[in-house]
């Protein structure tokens, strides 16, 4: 029953970004965000800056509870304000392992779905593909981004 209710949540907030009729590049406003991840690359949860460098390219860098992180995705069509779009991309984590007190290295790479409303907040929701370097394991991972790009450009 929750399972529904988180699905029909996700839904409803994806057709309310689609429903809006201005559609315009992230980038002729803002470039520069903040924002916090639940689970993601560093695992738990992290706080990140990003930057759009084309209106399709952003990098991010981030620390978390465990580990930090740096990377960058590609979006389909580019960011646009109002309407939900698809991206990929590739981030490199560095994770504490708390049990032998070292550091292990992450290949993350997330497949997602996000949206930037008109006063700069953005939600992203990812399915993402985690690879341990070193001892070559894998884990079928995900993440939330909540976001906000708070400066408008002159």
Known sequence: ??????????ITIFV????SSEYKPLTDERR??????I?????LASLSANYFVTPN?????????IGYFGGGTY?????MIGKATPYT?????????LWDNKTEGFLYLPIGVGGCKKNGFTFHVELAFLRNIKESYNLLWGGLKFGYYPHKRP
């Open 1 to 10: 029953m929750k399972k529904t209710y988180v699905v029909l949540l996700f």
């Open 16 to 19: 309310r970004l689609a429903q």
């Open 32 to 37: 520069f965000g903040i924002g916090l991840t």
């Open 39 to 43: 689970l993601g690359p560093t695992g």
């Open 57 to 65: 390219i952003r990098v991010e860098t981030g620390a978390g509870l």
């Open 75 to 79: 979006h389909f069509g580019g960011s």
């Open 89 to 97: 991309g590739v981030y490199f984590s560095r994770l504490w392992d």
